[in-house]
């Protein structure tokens, strides 16, 4: 099994969402021994704002496009081409502002490629990234998942919908939340695996 890990949190080891996102990668390598892991740190690595040479190179056809417009196509044909080779992705992501990082948001606008990663049908728009498992770890501040904040949760809502999207259709939202209350931060990336099976 080939595993995907987005990064998109710039505080390394201390960050939440990337200790979630371990332990989920270790409950997977457990239960699916000899699986390899490719690691894509969007902190390290980002990928750029969609500019106009991105737009322009998106739809030129691949023969036509000038040097500058196939240099500005790599990042998004690297980004589909890992999660294509992938079977499962688990996805960390910091909750900024409500949401997803820009970070991430810049990944997915990338991913995301008219005629390669979805389709606009007759009957509607298809997803083809198809038969992969995703994980989202997400990390919180406050409490999202119950209670008077949960309707201000556009990470979750909007990540299942975009991937959903995209065909991956099969997402479990893993969170470590509260991590800025003391009574919660101890223990919320043990909270957040409990419900994770493998
Ligand atoms: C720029 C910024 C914005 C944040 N916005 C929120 C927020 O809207 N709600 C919240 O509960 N926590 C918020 N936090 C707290 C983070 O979600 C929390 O620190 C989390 O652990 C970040 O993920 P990480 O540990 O993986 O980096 C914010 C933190 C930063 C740095």
């Not at 890990?5 to 000899?34: V, W």
């Amino acid at each position: 099994m080939q595993i995907l890990q987005i990064i998109s949190s710039a505080r390394g080891a201390e960050s939440f969402s990337t200790q979630l996102s371990q332990g989920i990668i270790d409950k997977l390598l457990a239960a699916h021994p000899g699986s390899t892991v490719v690691v894509r740190d969007l902190a390290k690595h980002p990928f750029p704002h969609l500019e106009e040479a991105h737009l322009q190179a998106y739809f030129t056809p691949a023969e036509g496009r000038s040097p500058e417009q196939q240099a500005a196509v790599r990042h998004s044909d690297e980004a589909i081409a890992e999660v294509m080779a992938s079977d499962v992705l688990v996805i960390g992501s910091p909750f900024y502002n409500f949401t997803i990082p820009s970070s991430l948001k810049a990944w997915l606008d990338h991913l995301t490629r008219a005629n390669i990663t979805f389709r606009y049908t007759p009957t509607g728009p298809e997803g083809l990234i198809t038969g992969k498992k995703v994980y989202v770890a997400l990390a919180s501040g406050g409490i999202y998942s119950e209670g008077p904040m949960q309707p201000y949760d556009f990470a979750a809502p909007y990540l299942r919908w975009m991937l959903g999207f995209l065909g991956m259709r099969d997402v479990t939202v893993a969170r470590a939340e509260g991590v800025k209350l003391p009574e919660f931060q101890a223990t919320a990336v043990q909270k957040g695996l409990a419900g994770i099976t493998a």
